[in-house]
C-alpha cells in the first residue's frame, strides 16, 4: 500500500514562491503516476499537476500553467510542486495523489494548507 | 477547462437508491472511458469510489455503481445508508491531456 505525506504549506504573501513536498512511501508500477489536487476552503477539488512515474511527462491545469512546475527527486520518493506567483487564488489545501491507471486515484495524502494573504 | 457540472445536492431515505449525474462534453466524458467517482466526508481527504466509468476498488460497496451515455456519467448508490452522507465527485480525462473534476454533490440521508 502506498502512502503519501504532503508537506511545505504556510501562510504567503502575493507574489511569492513556495514549494510543496510530496513524499511517496511503498511501491510504486510502472505505470503510475503522482498528481496534485487542490481544494479552496469550502469549494470543490480542482486538478492541478500530474507527473509520470518516470517523470518524464508533466501536465497542468490552465489556471497554474507557466507559475507552477512538478517535479521528482532521483529516487522518485519525492514529488515537488514549485509555485510562483502564488495569488489569492491559489489559497487551498493540496493533496497529492497516486494515480494507479488513468484518473485511478487511490491513494492520498492528507493535504497541507497553502494561505496567501497580504 | 470548465468543471463538470453536477446537481449541488441530492437526498434520500435510508434503502432508497439515488442517482448523481455528471455532464460534460465531447472534450472529456463524451470521449474517454476514463470518469472516475470520489467520495469525500467532512474533514477527510477523497476516496476513490468507481473509475473507468463502472468499476469499483476492492473494498467499495457494490452498492456503488456507475455508468456513462454519451456526455454524461452518473452514480447510482443503492441501499442508502447513513454512512454515504458525504460529498461526492465526478472527475474524467480530457483531449488536452488533462483532467476535470465536476462541481461536487452534497449526499444528504433523510
Known amino acids: 500500500q502506498v502512502q503519501l505525506v504532503e508537506s511545505g504549506g504556510g501562510v504567503v504573501q502575493p507574489g511569492t514562491s513556495l514549494r510543496l513536498s510530496c513524499e511517496v512511501s511503498?511501491?510504486?508500477?510502472?505505470?503510475?503516476?503522482i498528481h496534485w489536487v487542490r481544494q479552496a476552503p469550502g469549494k470543490g477539488l480542482e486538478w492541478v499537476s500530474a507527473?509520470?512515474?518516470?517523470?518524464?511527462?508533466?501536465y497542468y491545469a490552465d489556471s497554474v500553467k507557466g507559475r507552477f512546475t512538478i517535479s521528482t527527486d532521483n529516487s522518485k520518493s519525492t514529488v515537488y510542486l514549485q509555485m510562483n506567483s502564488l495569488g489569492a487564488e491559489d489559497t487551498a489545501l493540496y493533496y497529492c495523489?497516486?494515480?494507479?491507471?488513468?484518473?485511478?486515484?487511490?491513494?492520498w495524502g492528507q493535504g497541507t494548507l497553502v494561505t496567501v494573504s497580504s | 477547462q470548465s468543471a463538470l457540472t453536477q446537481p449541488a445536492s441530492v437526498s434520500g431515505s435510508p434503502g432508497q437508491s439515488i442517482t448523481i449525474s455528471c455532464t460534460g462534453s465531447?472534450?472529456?466524458?463524451?470521449?474517454?472511458?476514463?470518469v472516475s467517482w470520489y467520495q469525500q466526508h467532512p474533514g477527510k481527504a477523497p476516496k476513490l469510489m468507481i473509475f473507468?466509468?463502472?468499476n469499483r476498488p476492492s473494498g467499495v460497496s457494490n452498492r456503488f455503481s456507475g455508468s456513462k451515455a454519451g456526455n454524461t456519467a452518473s452514480l447510482t448508490i443503492s441501499g442508502l445508508q447513513a454512512e454515504d452522507e458525504a460529498d461526492y465527485y465526478c472527475?474524467?480525462?480530457?483531449?488536452?491531456?488533462?483532467?476535470?473534476f465536476g462541481t461536487g454533490t452534497t449526499v444528504t440521508v433523510l
Open positions: 495523489a497516486k494515480d494507479g491507471g488513468v484518473l485511478r486515484f487511490d491513494s
Open positions: 473507468e466509468v463502472s
Open positions: 472527475a474524467s480525462r480530457t483531449t488536452s491531456v488533462t483532467h476535470v
Open positions: 465531447n472534450s472529456d466524458i463524451g470521449t474517454y472511458k476514463y
Open positions: 507527473i509520470s512515474y518516470d517523470g518524464i511527462n508533466k
Open positions: 511503498g511501491f510504486l508500477s510502472r505505470g503510475d503516476g
